[in-house]
């Protein structure tokens, strides 16, 4: 029962990236997921989420630049990174709230984070 995130990388400001959120094949359906990104000294903060049935939050630093979508067939969810800025590196990772398993529900799940380091 894991959530692996995929699509960092190495961007100039103004570029774009895409970043996926995949559950594992144990898993069969997510309630809400969020991604958040993790700077060095600075606190983990939540950029963006949303529910099983579309509500969709932003924080106000990635507003209008970030859309994140899921496609609930592919148990997969994702964050398009548009307008990067050198104040979004970070490590970005994903969290599901609740996962309907195999073994059951899994709370407060969390992947093992990718990086994007945006140069100026």
């Known amino acids: 029962v894991q959530l692996v995130e995929s699509g960092g990388g190495l961007v100039q400001a103004g570029g774009s990236l895409r970043l996926s959120c995949k559950a594992s094949a144990t898993i069969y359906n997510m309630d809400v997921v969020g991604w958040y990104r993790e700077a060095v000294g600075d606190q983990r903060e939540l950029v963006a989420s949303?529910?099983?049935?579309?509500?969709?939050y932003y924080s106000d630093s990635v507003k209008g630049r970030f859309s994140i979508s899921r496609d609930n067939a592919k148990k997969t969810v994702y964050l398009q990174m548009d307008s990067l800025k050198p104040e979004d590196t970070a490590v970005y990772l994903c969290?599901?709230?609740?996962?309907?398993?195999?073994?059951?529900?899994?709370?407060?799940?969390w992947g093992q984070g990718t990086q994007v380091t945006v140069s100026s």
């Open positions: 949303i529910s099983s049935i579309g509500d969709i």
């Open positions: 969290n599901a709230d609740r996962v309907v398993s195999q073994v059951g529900p899994v709370f407060n799940l």
